[in-house]
Every structure is written in C-alpha cells, then in structure tokens.
C-alpha cells in the first residue's frame, strides 16, 4: 500500500467529513460582474491582452452580434491551411518551418531554414546522463508527468537558465523543441518496460530527419515508417503548434512568464495544464467514447441506431456519464475547426490504405448526427462543429501510435507556439498576471484551540 492510500485509508474520512460544505460556493454569488473560467456571459473569452503570434477565428462581429463563419487558425498572419496544403503538394516536412515562423515572425529563406534544422540536430542530444538519472532510474507511470519532471530538471543542465534576453530564450526554446519528442520518446519506452513489463528498446535520432521522422524511429522497435506515415504525423504538428494566447496551456505559460520565472518552469506548467482531459487528453476522450459506441450500436451505417446510441450519451445513460459528446462543439470555432478539415480530407486516404474505412465513414456518421442532436438541444440555435480532437486520436491510432502517447504529441507540436508566447510575454508584458476573485465568507471571530 503506498503511503498516499494508507493516509487516505486511516486519516481523511473523518477529516473531510464536511470538507466538501466548506469549499460549496452558492450560484448567487456568480453574478455578471464575476467572469467565470475568464469568460464572458455569451462564452467568449475575457480580453486580457494583445498577441502577434496567432490568431483564432470562428465568427465575425455585427452590431454587436456574433454571426458564424468557417474557422481560420492563423500564424503570424498565415493561414494555417496554405502551410499545410503546400508541403502536403510538395511532399515535404513543415514542421520546423512553422516553429521558426512562430519564434521569429517570418518565413524562414532557404539559408536560414538549413541554419535552423541544423540548431535544431546539435540541441537534439540530450545532456550527457540525463537518460540515466531522469529518465531510467526515475520512470513514470504517466508520460505527460515524466515529460514535465523532465523539463524541470533541464535547468540544472543549462549554464545560464535565468537569463531573459531574446538570444538566451531563444535558444532556450530552439533546444526544447528539437528535446522534447527525444524525451517523449524515451519516457515512454521506459515506461512501457517498467510498468507494462515490455523489453525496453532506445534508438538515437538522426540529424538528417524531421521531427516527424525521427519521433516515429524512436517509439517503434523496427524503426522503420513509412513515408506517408511520417507526411501525416507531420501534418498532425503543424497542426497542433499552435493556437492563440487564451488556450489554456498558452496562458498558463504566459501567466508563468508574466512572474519572472524561468523558461523551464513555464513550459513544465503549459505540459500540466495541457495534460488535463479537457484540453490536450481530450482525443483520447473521444477514442473511449468511440470504444463504447462500437459496442453498443451493431448496425454502424444505421442512422436511426446511431442517433439512439448518442441520445444515451447525452442522457447521461452511456459512455463515461458526462452527458458530452467528446470533440464536438469549440469555445471559438462555429462552422467549422479548420483543423479538423485538414485532417478529415487527409486521413480519409490512409485510412483507405489501413483498411479502417468503414470506421472513418462511421466517424463522420457520429460527427454529422452528433451536431444535429446538440443543436436540437442548444437553447442559442448558435452553430457548433466537430474540433481537432475528433479525428487527431484516429489518425495516432492509424499510425500505430499507442494512445499513451496522443497527449504528448500534442505537447511536441505545441512546445513551439509556448516558446513563442513566452517570449512575447517576457519582452512586452512588462506586468504579472493578477484576476480577481470574490470573497464569499462570513467574518468570524477566531477562538484559542482550548476553548473549541
């Protein structure tokens, strides 16, 4: 028994007898003025700041109306789309042009995108005995823990971790992004070894790959991948790499940062908040939920018998009992997550290729049935659309990449657009990060532990 549950087991039940009382807050005190979850009374989020990195968008403004539009992620200005329409025409490796597009505001030369990659190879090695003492002699049952642990101890490793000036973060971030699949990647194999009692199998990466290519070498124990695997995965990060200064994880980092901390506190606090099912974990919400309508509707093309199965998700009555159906529905997006788009129009060919058609096609069943259902529902009559996480679990599955895995590949894509905030925190916020709360208490006097 670990020392946590024999403390649970003996101490807490008459300890948090009324504990749950003393932390309930009345709805009454939620009242227009407080912006619960930073948003405001119509969903939006609160206005806390300016950003040039990216740039969400899901509808238009009119005589003080939102009226809904197809979703545009932008970075710096670009769409998100063209980038990945461009290298998927081409056949190369995006990636590591967008996280140089999102550190530096530019579109790298040919010059400066071979400067880049070659940064990126000399910081990919991690610090001599790191693996050893991080990683293999302290596993983790959880990769997104051991990542953030990992991160953490990256401090130790650098000569100067508190200097802000752009060179030094700069390089600080570059590090990280080209680190952080390697860390993935070995947290991972040593945690299928210790918990999951599998023969453990490290690889090096290669400085002529991608990230993309790489991170496929080092999970699998053949190394090998294919070239359409390795385009996908590659799709997947650009992505993934970011999303505007209010997602969570972003403003956490930027929160962080507003408080002088150092790079690698930032980043490990991004990977926490990242990490929590109703952000980066939701894919694999959605990849249960499917497991669970898989077993429960027999005819997958019957309209009528998927409607009912999703009717009992939102009655609470199926799946996991949150009464949501997971991956429909954004806080910005209404017609559609351009995400998303990219990676219906993208997978359909591999899926194909795999042999999961008719699981894609029930996919977009539940996508197309599932949205009818909760706009019958919605009280607004406002538009709601499938978001990244419906189909990103998929895709990961349909590149044979195990689902402990779906979140910190999120974090690998999204380590460049932290880096990016952080920056633009630490060189024009010039403020911390202070939101209010409401006081709900009652004044008491306080009595001398005798007289109790």
């Known amino acids: 028994m670990s020392e946590e549950k024999f403390i649970i087991d003996k101490y807490m039940p008459a300890l948090c007898a009324d504990a749950g009382d003393r932390y309930a807050i009345p709805d009454s ?4 003025a407080v912006h619960r979850g930073l948003r405001n009374a119509d969903g ?41 329409e461009s290298h998927w025409k081409t056949g190369t490796f995006g990636y590591e042009e967008v996280a140089y597009l999102l550190l530096l505001g530019t579109l790298p030369r040919k010059f400066e995108m071979e400067l880049f990659s070659a940064m990126m190879a000399e910081a990919r090695p991690l610090p001599a005995g790191f693996f050893d003492d991080m990683i293999l002699k302290n596993p983790s049952p959880d990769v997104m823990n051991g990542l953030a642990r990992s991160i953490l101890a990256l401090y130790t490793y650098d000569d100067n971790p508190d200097d802000r000036s752009v060179e030094n973060l700069m390089a600080q971030s570059v590090s990280l992004i080209a680190r952080l699949p390697v860390i993935v990647a070995q ?10 009692g599998k023969s453990l199998y490290i690889h090096r990466p290669k400085d002529e790959l991608s990230l993309a290519e790489n991170f496929l070498r080092l999970i699998r124990k ?24 209010g997602n969570n994880s972003a403003f956490t980092c930027r929160a962080m940062s507003s408080s002088g901390t150092d790079t690698y506190s930032a980043i490990a606090g991004a990977v926490g908040s990242l990490k929590g099912p109703l952000h980066g974990g939701a894919n694999a919400k959605v990849m249960e939920m499917f497991r669970w309508l898989n077993e429960n509707v027999d005819d997958k093309t019957d309209d009528d018998a998927v409607r009912a199965a999703l009717g009992k ?19 910005v997006y209404t017609l559609s997550d351009p995400r998303a788009v990219a990676i219906r129009r993208h997978a359909r060919d591999m899926a194909e290729s795999t042999g999961r058609l008719e699981e894609f096609e029930f996919m977009e069943r539940v996508e197309r049935l599932g949205i009818e259902l909760l706009m019958a529902r919605k009280k607004d009559g406002f538009p709601l659309c499938a978001n990244v996480d419906f189909y990103s679990g998929f895709v990961y599955s349909m590149l ?6 779906y979140t910190p590949l999120f974090a690998i894509a999204r380590i460049a657009g932290w880096c990016a905030h952080r920056m633009e925190e630490v060189l024009t916020g010039g403020r911390i990060m202070r939101p209010a709360y409401r006081a709900v208490m009652e004044r008491t006097e306080y009595v001398p532990l005798e007289a109790r």
């Open 29 to 32: 005190y939620f009242t227009s």
């Open 313 to 331: 998700l939102l009655d609470k009555e199926g799946g996991d009992g949150s009464g949501k159906i997971y991956g429909l529905g954004h806080a």
């Open 222 to 245: 053949d190394k090998s991948y294919t070239p359409e695997e390795a385009h996908l995965l590659d799709l997947m990060l650009i992505l993934h790499a970011e999303h505007g200064a």
């Open 400 to 405: 044979r990449i195990p689902a402990e895995l």
């Open 44 to 84: 939006t989020g609160v206005l806390v700041g300016a950003t040039r990195i990216g740039s969400v968008r899901g509808y238009t403004m009119e005589d003080g109306e939102r009226v809904p539009m197809d979703g545009q992620l932008l970075y710096r200005g670009i769409r998100v789309s063209d980038i990945v």
């Open 187 to 196: 947290t991972y194999q040593v945690k299928r070894h210790v918990y999951d």
